[in-house]
T-cell receptor
Framework: GEDVEQSLFLSVREGDSSVINCTYT??????LYWYKQEPGAGLQLLTY?????DMKQDQRLTVLLNKKDKHLSLRIADTQTGDSAIYFC??????????FGTGTRLKVLA | EAGVAQSPRYKIIEKRQSVAFWCNPI?????LYWYQQILGQGPKLLIQ????????DSQLPKDRFSAERLKGVDSTLKIQPAKLEDSAVYLC????????????FGPGTRLTVT
C-alpha cells in the first residue's frame, strides 16, 4: 500500500528556522497536508498544498513540494517554544483516502 | 462553532471486554472518519462515512470492530472483544464532504487494554 515517511525527531533553538521533511509513495496524490498535534489533543490542520504546485507560503510557514522525488517539506520561520509539537504529513490520494506519516516531534529549545 | 466532540476521553478495560466510543461531528459535516493512532505512529483510517453510508472500511478489523452512523450525525465505534494491541488513541474527525475538505479532529479517546 501507499506509505508516508518522516524523520522522528527534530530539535531547534528558539528563533531559528525548522525544516520538517516527508516522503510519500502515492503517484495519484491530489493534496498534501501538514498537521500539528499538541499533547492530549487532536490534529490541527496547519497548511496544505495542491499536488501541481511546488511552493506555498503562509505567514511563518513555507511548504515545498518536489513531485518528481515525492518529497514534501515544511519550513517554520522564527520557531517559537509554542511550536513544540508533533507534526504529521498527510497525503490525499486520487481516491480521496488520507494516509498519514509517522509524525516528527519538534522540540524548541529556549 | 462547536468542534468535534468525543467521549469518553479515557478508558481502561481488560482484554476480551467490550468498549464503545462516541463521536459528535461538527454540525452540517457529511463526512465522518474514525482513526486509530497507536503510540508513536500516525493516525490510521479505520472507517469513513458519508452521511450514514460507509465510504471506506478496508482497514477496519471487522471480526472485532464495528461502527455505525445511523442518522448521519453521531457515530459510535465498538470493539468486542478487545485485545492488548487495541491500546491506542481513537480519533474522530469530520469534514463538509468527501474529498479535499479540511478535516476537523476531536480530542480523541485514549484506550488502554490490560
Amino acid at each position: 500500500g501507499e506509505d508516508v515517511e518522516q524523520s522522528l525527531f527534530l530539535s531547534v533553538r528558539e528563533g531559528d528556522s525548522s525544516v520538517i521533511n516527508c516522503t510519500y509513495t502515492d503517484s495519484s496524490s491530489t493534496y498534501l497536508y501538514w498537521y500539528k498535534q499538541e499533547p492530549g489533543a487532536g490534529l490541527q490542520l496547519l497548511t496544505y498544498i495542491f499536488s501541481n504546485m511546488d511552493m506555498k507560503q503562509d505567514q511563518r510557514l513555507t511548504v515545498l513540494l518536489n513531485k518528481k522525488d515525492k518529497h514534501l517539506s515544511l519550513r517554520i520561520a522564527d520557531t517559537q517554544t509554542g511550536d513544540s509539537a508533533i507534526y504529521f504529513c498527510a497525503d490525499l490520494s486520487g481516491t480521496y483516502k488520507y494516509i498519514f506519516g509517522t509524525g516528527t516531534r519538534l522540540k524548541v529549545l529556549a | 462553532e462547536a468542534g468535534v466532540a468525543q467521549s469518553p476521553r479515557y478508558k481502561i478495560i481488560e482484554k476480551r471486554q467490550s468498549v464503545a466510543f462516541w463521536c459528535n461531528p461538527i454540525s452540517g459535516h457529511a463526512t465522518l472518519y474514525w482513526y486509530q493512532q497507536i503510540l508513536g505512529q500516525g493516525p490510521k483510517l479505520l472507517i469513513q462515512f458519508q452521511n450514514n453510508g460507509v465510504v471506506d472500511d478496508s482497514q477496519l478489523p471487522k471480526d472485532r470492530f464495528s461502527a455505525e452512523r445511523l442518522k448521519g450525525v453521531d457515530s459510535t465505534l465498538k470493539i468486542q472483544p478487545a485485545k492488548l494491541e487495541d491500546s491506542a488513541v481513537y480519533l474522530c474527525a469530520s469534514s463538509l464532504a468527501t474529498g479535499p475538505y479540511e478535516q476537523y479532529f476531536g480530542p480523541g479517546t485514549r484506550l488502554t487494554v490490560t
